[in-house]
């Protein structure tokens, strides 16, 4: 069974430029989920979403927005990018949301903001 | 709220040892999940072993195992048999049930083995 996959791996952008990261979550898992991991601050969560409605949002600005698609891929969107939003962005995918599911992980997003 | 806290600094062990990763968590919620992920410098978090709340006995998946100890709030992992692949970063994490819930993540343990 293929993993979470998300894409792009790696990606270099400009101050005030926009962004999207895509995923693709474990084949027959409806609940998707990202977050932000930083050295400074950790693993933060970002977003959950289970068939195509967003279930829950953490700390974040208006910046930050997601969606997911009829098929459970989802993408994630930053706009007018900021030095500080440079870190690895993972993506989660889970059967169901519940607090015994667990959540499986892609590699990850690098993305480096100059 | 949930909390994970996750203490030791960088963790060294010898190949073929076991070792212990401690974690403790708060909630006031009767009900939640634990669990530990490992993060290799790749970057990818790989889940490990779960344990519920309500879960009589301990975890154990392969070489790892989860001492739960509910009264103390403390879900510690054991890794028996320590190998070279086992060095990475490890996350203690937590989930309640609910509408806003989410799983909470400590800030992790350099675990590095030594041949």
């Known amino acids: 069974k293929a993993g979470v996959t998300q894409t792009p791996r790696y990606l270099i952008k400009t101050r005030g430029q926009q962004v999207t990261l895509s995923c693709s979550p474990i084949?027959?898992?409806?609940?998707v989920s990202w977050y932000q991991q930083t050295p400074g601050q950790g693993l933060q969560f970002l977003f959950e979403y289970f068939s195509e409605t967003q279930r829950n949002k953490g700390n974040f600005p208006g910046r930050f927005s997601g969606r997911q698609f009829s098929n459970s891929r989802s993408e994630m969107n930053v706009s007018t990018l900021e030095l500080g939003d440079s870190a690895l962005y993972l993506c989660?995918?889970?059967?169901?949301?519940?607090?015994?599911?667990?959540?499986?992980f892609g590699n990850g997003t690098r993305l480096t903001v100059t | 709220a949930q909390k994970i806290t996750q203490t030791q600094p960088g963790m060294f062990v010898q190949e073929k040892e076991a070792v212990t990763l401690d974690c403790t968590y708060d909630?006031?919620?009767?009900?939640?999940?634990l669990f530990w992920y490992k993060q290799p410098s790749s970057g990818e978090m790989i889940f490990l072993i779960y344990?519920?709340?309500?879960?009589?006995q301990n975890a154990t998946e392969g070489r790892y195992s989860l001492n739960f100890q509910k009264a103390r709030k403390s879900a510690n992992l054991v890794i028996s048999a320590s190998q070279l692949g086992d060095s990475a970063m490890y996350f203690c994490?937590?989930?309640?049930?609910?509408?806003?819930?989410?799983?909470?993540f400590g800030k992790g343990i350099t675990l590095s083995v030594r041949p």
């Open positions: 084949s027959g898992h409806r609940s």
């Open positions: 909630t006031s919620d009767p009900s939640y999940g």
């Open positions: 344990q519920g709340s309500y879960d009589q």
């Open positions: 994490a937590m989930r309640v049930p609910g509408a806003n819930s989410k799983l909470t």
């Open positions: 989660a995918s889970s059967l169901v949301v519940h607090s015994s599911s667990p959540l499986h």
